[in-house]
């Protein structure tokens, strides 16, 4: 302060006291203490850089604002006592007239800080203190949450890796499954789902279409095998098209993959690649393996490879081996499905040219649909494509889907169970507080912060619950799946669903936090 005109400065804010004795009032005091820069900077708020500032200053500002507001506390009660107002009641009175000092305080603290953060990070502080002292409530109000969010998460997580999640391979988001749907009379040769495709169909659609840069088929099966000398058992396998790893991008730990000469004539090729895990299950780990045979129903295949580890072919059970599509009929020496023209049997999976949409594949693959079948009078075939998944049948996909929606419906009751849990409780416990609140009030707290301040406690339980219950979901659900596969009955082929989270469940799961608060 500067005697003549009296100067306050807080911060980067000025206030002028004229010496005609004239005293301040709430509002002009609340004009001077804000950290609005005027003069060069006009009516603009204050840069960010002063703000910054102020975050490394706040004991001092803080102390340089108690010193303005005594100030035009001082001068109130000294224009008081000449107007004849003595003793306590000058001071009292000058109070009265000036206002509410902790709401001018707020406010001014709010002009020089970064009004959002600071008031957010306040408030949960505050919130999470509140909670600490009533540990009781917050353990049953979390728990409660976290039942109901972790046992909907748990049931989205499962639907996700069944029906939902992309396959385990390089740049997934670029392969759709293709499937048929026939209209009319097809006479259709079915050796699995009728959506499937056959060998010269596979042929077909590989030659002629434009928005693929890679096209595979592949037909999974159930074999009884013979390795060396050891008694048959029964492996999990896959016959492919030559251009199968070549078009997942999957690169072998040992030896090659195969190659279109592999492919070049029915049975002219009896090689076979192995599987990370049956490699070393049934081999040690045989870093030899290439090159030696192996017999598979009673067929001698010579090995030519080991898959990468963790990759397990394109369906919810793993492939123990994948052999040449061309040597079906030494597989399966009762059918001869090469040379079926109208036979289901082979699945789809092509991989999109970059800049390619799905509409785009449809209507190339749907052109070369239509010249198919003309070959088949009264046949209309259009396809179904989609992005590739463990589930890429539209068939078991439609069924899924619909199994968990109805399940996910099921569990929902329970999230709204208790939540109005919940909310009971909030309200048994905002009885209990209404002198806390009504304190608030009466010291210039607003309805709007103190409402505000209810939604962050609201807001950290239903955090609190959230994670319990994500926890809670994911440990659940992956000791469900170890239970299932320990007791599978034998011969049962393993199923290798990945049910682990990925953004589709964690966003499931904030979705239900948010929901609940």
């Known amino acids: 302060m500067e005697n003549g005109n009296s100067k306050i400065e807080i911060g980067n804010s000025q206030f002028e006291q004229a010496d005609s004795g004239k005293v301040a009032g709430r ?17 603009t708020v204050m840069s960010y850089w002063m703000r910054v500032k102020a975050l490394f200053k706040r004991k001092e500002l803080d102390r340089d604002l108690e010193d303005e507001l005594a100030f035009h506390l001082a001068m109130r009660e000294a224009k008081n006592r000449e107007r004849g107002i003595a003793g306590k009641e000058a001071r009292y009175a000058a109070r009265r007239q000036f206002g509410n000092v902790t709401r001018i305080k707020e406010i001014c603290r709010e002009a020089w800080s970064f009004v959002s953060l600071e008031t957010i990070w306040r408030d949960l502080r505050y919130g999470g203190r509140t909670l600490a002292k009533n540990p ?25 890796g069944v029906a939902l999640k992309l ?21 259709r040769i079915l050796y699995g789902e009728p959506g499937l495709f056959s060998y010269p169909e596979y042929k077909n659609y590989r030659a002629n279409n434009h928005v693929f840069s890679g096209l595979l088929a592949y037909a999974p099966f159930l074999q009884e095998t013979t390795l060396g000398g050891e008694s048959p058992r029964q492996l999990t396998g896959a016959e492919t098209s030559c251009n199968f790893f070549d078009v997942l ?48 129903n009673r067929a001698n295949f010579m090995v030519i490879g080991v898959a990468a580890p963790g990759f397990r072919g394109l369906d919810p059970w793993p492939s123990e081996f994948w052999a040449p599509v061309t040597m079906q009929k030494a597989l399966q020496p009762e059918e001869n499905l090469l040379e079926e023209d109208n036979a289901s049997w082979l699945a789809l999976l092509g991989r999109m040219r970059p800049g390619v949409s799905l509409d785009e594949v449809r209507a190339d693959l749907g052109v070369i649909a239509g010249r198919i079948d003309q070959q088949y009078p009264g046949r209309t075939t259009t396809l179904a494509i989609h992005r590739a998944t463990f589930l890429g049948r539209p068939e078991e996909r ?10 996910l419906a099921a569990v929902g009751l329970v999230l709204l169970i208790a939540c109005a849990n919940v909310a009971n409780l909030l309200l048994a ?21 103190i409402i505000r301040q209810l939604l962050t406690e609201s807001l950290l339980l239903a955090f609190l619950g959230g994670a319990a ?41 904030l979705a239900l936090t948010a929901a609940r608060t």
Request: with cysteine.
């Open 249 to 296: 991008g999957e690169r072998p730990t040992l030896g090659r993959t195969f190659v279109e000469a592999d492919c070049r004539a029915p049975g002219a090729s009896p090689v076979v690649v192995l599987s990370d895990d049956l490699w070393r299950s049934r081999f040690g780990a045989d870093p030899k393996i290439v090159g030696k045979s192996v017999s598979l």
């Open 398 to 407: 439609t069924v899924v889907v619909g199994i968990g929606a109805v399940v």
């Open 27 to 43: 509002e002009e005091v609340l004009a001077s203490i804000r950290l609005t820069a005027r003069g060069e900077l006009g009516e």
């Open 167 to 187: 396959l385990p391979v390089p740049r997934a988001n670029q392969l759709v499954s293709i499937d048929q749907i026939f209209h009319g009379h097809s006479r």
């Open 136 to 160: 009781g409530f917050t353990a049953v109000a979390v728990l409660a949450t976290a039942l109901g969010i972790g046992v909907n998460t748990g049931i989205f997580s499962v639907l996700n």
């Open 429 to 449: 416990r905002a009885s209990a507080r209404q002198k806390e609140i009504a304190i608030r009030l009466s010291i210039g707290g607003s309805r709007w912060r």
């Open 469 to 509: 219950g994500s926890l809670l979901a994911f440990w659940s659900v992956e000791g469900i799946a170890r239970y299932v596969l320990a007791h599978l009955p034998h011969g049962v082929p393993r199923l290798v669903w990945d049910v682990s989270p990925d953004l589709h469940v964690w966003g499931y799961s």
